[in-house]
């Protein structure tokens, strides 16, 4: 287990500077295309498709490792009332659904890049396939992280839990 | 509604009581009389299930059953679709009509059987024109430098270059106060979206260049048109083209009241242009998209019909 | 049936602590699994409601608070309130609530300005001898106001909640005058509390040192100038604006202040990842669950419903407030923008309200929600920073409670206080 997590711990660290690297070319998409059209007179036209598609990227590799890493907002009040054993059954529930959902993003969002693979994207000129595979992505590492969690709390080790103020 | 059996579940971006939404809505009372009540339309507007590209898939993969939407969108994925996005390929309307009515207009509704569409009917899509904040437009010269909002298709770009004047592609929601503040310096559209955009306060001069007449099509899932009889195949093909003549008539009296609408609040409408020169300024965007065969003898064809 | 299943799994999984982005797109998953209908749809969704361009305003506006907080701008802010507003009685509450007022002209978030005033304002008010439950309930209060001055990302959210044809600009401009109100209203209860418990006042500190203080907060106010001028004068869109702010935010720290380190800025790049990552998912998930209210006409059955409750838009928009407040009480703002803009907008619209001024009621009313248990947030930062118990602070919030809910029935029925001021500009 110690070794999955440190494993699970480097591809997460690596989502979250892949997500941050994506901020950064964002701002610096935006900036260009606000430079290009006012200083310059000469709009620039890939830059709004291009950013989205990096958005796309950014949203649900950070979104995954929020999984991992504990910071989703959530909502925890019926649980104060429960007694632990409860309550551990019932986050088990959650990671379970959760596991559901980011296979659901893999295959499903495989199903849709695989007939929008033929577009020509306008502006960008790439493939419209491109447009799904964050949620490729993403939802790989959702069922990644979660499967981990479900596992750590099997073997009694603790998860970080959505709400708390994350440990990082 | 709620008498029927079968419900088809159609999609519109336009608000409720807009022609292309009123069509679809009174094809569906034909098909309940004619159907005996198997099948009726229902229409969701205002893109509440979502935006056109969003709702080609959805289509494709037979969430919903039907939709009504512009050309554009599908440049990209059907080629055929592109022949009514090319600049001036239509001297008029009319011209349009005849095209789209006839044996092209036939091929082109079949091209779209091999996306998971069943292509339905050709609407009415108006004319666009640019419009700007600036100054009357009356030659190419007048447009040299200024900044046009345009939808994001590879086509309308290098139409807006050819001509001399800077492409910019923004959201629909966001061109009105970018005009204002001068982000950009206009925009081009139809007469209807012109006024309910609230455009024509921003920019008052219309040029009626109409650089595009791009016809509306309306389609349905594979899936929903293989779920159904042949006979009732038959039904909606004929009641999807029984809705085009009414269609016409609402877009024709809609584009009146927004023509009157808009000039009675004080836009300026340039009409007499000399077209000619726009249109030989398109000659390197129809030799960069018109490459295919089936490209080349649809032009052809299109501008061989009288 | 399929309302059922669609509110009762959502319902389900948010009580057990599944992420509020999960219960929504699990529980539209599920839904639409239920109805046959072809499960792409969900995801198809997911991407297309994370694929606004518009959205990128929140990442930016976000990214560009974790600069300049860890930048030297807040401090300067704060100090520059004292100067202004310290000699008033309730001193340095008043000074928390300029404060607010400064700091969320250039950020949107409330619990970025709670954690950011409040670390800065409570200890000084409890070392002057002020209540630490005053000195946090006036934090976390004002902190609504940064919500209601421009730029506010939640009401971008909410424009692509509308169908995203409302003009950001107008939405911005709309919430300057009930943000001042609400201000204004927060200073006469701090200014009743400090007199009834004898909080002393801070000395004017003269001209001279205003000036100085105002000098050395430039930077940070000359981001509002720059923002809105460049709006205004076109060189850049309402949602470019924000990606403005974080290249200014950029300059004004590398450059003019040298004070931002390499390690600085990759802890507030990683941090702004982190909070947008999981505003973004929440919306993208709620464009799932917004697709089948859609889908299963639950807006028109909402008009229909309240049309038949009663025709009276006084008692509409009560109701919708009453409902907005419990809401509000028990989830987080984003989502339950995102959640109930299809379904409320429609209703309000129906009984003429205008959109705009509704997207102003709906934030402010939000906004207030942050600062109520069992769920806010901005409470919650408060409390951590104050240091003292959610209960110890709820006993003597309700003057400051009463101020908001004031200024909210005031925003909800004269629309000129939203509406007025957009007019003026357009
Ligand atoms: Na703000
Ligand atoms: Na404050």
Redesign the pocket.
């Known amino acids: 287990m110690e070794r999955v997590a440190r494993f699970t711990g480097i591809v997460a660290r690596i989502g979250l500077w892949i997500s941050g690297i994506g901020l950064v070319v964002m701002t610096a998409m935006i900036a260009a295309q606000v430079f290009f059209r006012y200083v310059l007179n000469n709009s620039l036209i890939w830059t709004e498709p291009g950013s989205i598609i990096v958005m796309g990227w950014f949203i649900l590799l950070g979104a995954a490792v929020g999984i991992r890493e504990g910071y989703h907002l959530s909502f925890e009040v019926l649980l104060y009332l429960l007694p632990d054993k409860v309550k551990l059954v019932l986050y088990s529930v959650s990671d379970l659904v959760v596991t559901a959902f980011g296979a659901g993003m893999v295959v499903y969002g495989w199903q849709l890049a695989a007939k929008t693979a033929s577009v020509k994207l306008p502006s960008l000129g790439i493939s419209g396939a491109w447009n799904f595979m964050p949620i490729i992505f993403g939802g790989a590492l959702i069922v990644l992280f979660s499967l981990e969690r479900l596992a750590r709390r099997a073997a009694g080790l603790p998860t970080s839990r959505f709400g708390d103020a994350a440990e990082h | 509604a709620t008498a029927c059996e079968t419900t088809l579940r159609s999609s519109d971006t336009h608000p409720d009581g807009y022609p292309t939404v009123i069509a679809v809505q009174e094809m569906g009372k034909l098909l309940e009389e004619r159907t005996d009540g198997r099948l009726c339309i229902e229409v969701f507007p205002s893109a509440q299930l979502g935006e056109e590209k969003d709702t080609i898939e959805q289509t494709q993969f037979g969430v919903i059953d039907m939709l009504r939407v512009s050309m554009g969108p599908f440049n990209n994925i059907i080629e055929e679709t592109q022949v009514v996005s090319l600049p001036y390929i239509f001297r008029s309307v009319d011209h349009m009509h005849k095209v789209m009515d006839g044996p092209i207009g036939d091929e082109i509704l079949e091209a779209f059987s091999d996306h998971d569409l069943v292509g339905l009917a050709f609407y009415d899509g108006g004319s666009r024109s640019f419009y700007n904040s600036e100054k009357p437009i009356t030659s190419m010269e007048d447009l040299a430098g200024m900044k046009f909002r345009v939808m994001q298709s590879d086509i309308f770009v290098d139409m807006v270059s050819a001509l001399g004047a800077n492409a910019t592609p923004l959201p629909y929601g966001e061109v009105y106060s970018s005009i204002q503040t001068g982000v950009i310096d206009g925009a081009e559209n139809n007469w209807p979206s012109y006024e309910s955009s609230g455009h024509f306060e921003v920019a008052k001069y219309y040029t009626l260049d109409e650089h595009l007449i791009v016809p509306e099509v309306l389609v349905m899932s594979k899936s929903t048109w293989d779920g159904l009889s042949a006979e009732d195949q038959e039904i909606v093909r004929q009641a999807a083209k029984d809705s085009v003549p009414m269609m016409r008539e609402l877009w024709a009296e809609r584009e009146k009241e927004s023509e009157a609408k808009v000039i009675e609040a004080g836009a300026e409408v340039v009409t007499d242009i000399d077209k000619t020169p726009f249109i030989e300024a398109m000659k390197p965007v129809y030799e960069k998209h018109v490459t295919s065969d089936t490209l080349k003898d649809l032009v052809e064809r299109i501008q061989a019909t009288e | 049936m399929e309302l059922w299943i669609l509110f009762g799994s959502f319902a389900f999984l948010l009580l057990i602590g599944t992420p509020v982005a999960f219960c929504l797109g699990v529980s539209s998953f599920f839904t639409v699994l239920y109805m046959g209908l072809p499960p792409v749809v969900v995801f198809q969704r997911l991407n297309s409601g994370v694929s606004v361009f518009a959205l990128m305003a929140i990442p930016f506006f976000i990214y560009a608070g974790e600069l300049m907080v860890r930048g030297d701008i807040a401090r300067r802010l704060v100090a520059l309130a004292g100067a202004m507003v310290g000699h008033l009685k309730g001193g340095l509450g008043q000074v928390n609530i300029l404060a607010s007022c400064l700091f ?5 978030s409330a619990a970025a300005d709670a954690s950011a005033i409040g670390g800065l304002m409570i200890p000084q008010m409890e070392k002057r001898g002020y209540d630490t439950d005053y000195a946090v309930n006036v934090t976390v209060t004002s902190s609504i106001i ?7 990302h939640n009401l971008i959210i909410y424009s692509i909640s509308a169908g995203g044809r409302l003009s950001i600009a107008d939405l911005f401009t709309a919430g300057i005058v009930p943000g001042i109100l609400l201000a204004l209203s927060l200073m006469v209860a701090a200014w009743f509390v400090a007199r009834s418990r004898g909080y002393p006042t801070e000395a004017f500190p003269g001209m001279r040192m205003l000036g100085a203080l105002f000098v050395s907060a430039v930077p940070g106010l000359i981001l509002v100038a720059i923002i809105f001028g460049g709006v205004r004068s076109g060189i850049f869109t309402a949602s470019e604006s924000s990606c403005i702010a974080v290249v200014y935010a950029l300059l004004v720290t590398l450059v003019a202040y040298r004070s931002l380190k390499w390690r600085d800025f990759v802890e507030a790049t990683l941090a702004a990842v982190r909070t947008t990552a999981m505003v973004l998912l929440v919306i993208g998930m709620a464009a799932a669950f917004g697709w089948l209210l859609a889908f299963l006409k639950v807006p028109a059955s909402m008009v229909e419903f309240l049309q038949n409750f009663s025709d009276n838009p006084i008692v509409i928009l009560l109701l919708i407030n009453v409902s907005l407040l419990v809401l509000g009480t028990f989830m987080d703002m984003s989502p339950l923008i995102v959640i109930t803009t299809p379904i409320f907008l429609p209703v309000a619209q129906a009984f003429g309200v205008d959109p705009v001024q509704f997207g102003i009621i709906l934030i402010l009313n939000l906004g207030i929600g942050l600062c109520t248990p069992p769920v806010g947030s901005v409470l919650f930062v408060g409390c951590a920073v104050g240091n003292i118990g959610i209960g110890q602070a709820m006993r003597t919030i309700w003057p400051f409670y009463f101020a908001a809910f004031g200024t909210l029935l005031l925003v909800t029925y004269v629309p000129a206080l939203s509406l007025w001021l957009p007019a003026v500009f357009r």
Not at chain 3, 104 to 108: C, E, K
């Open positions: 969320g002209g250039i950020s949107g940064a919500l209601m001055l421009p730029p506010s």
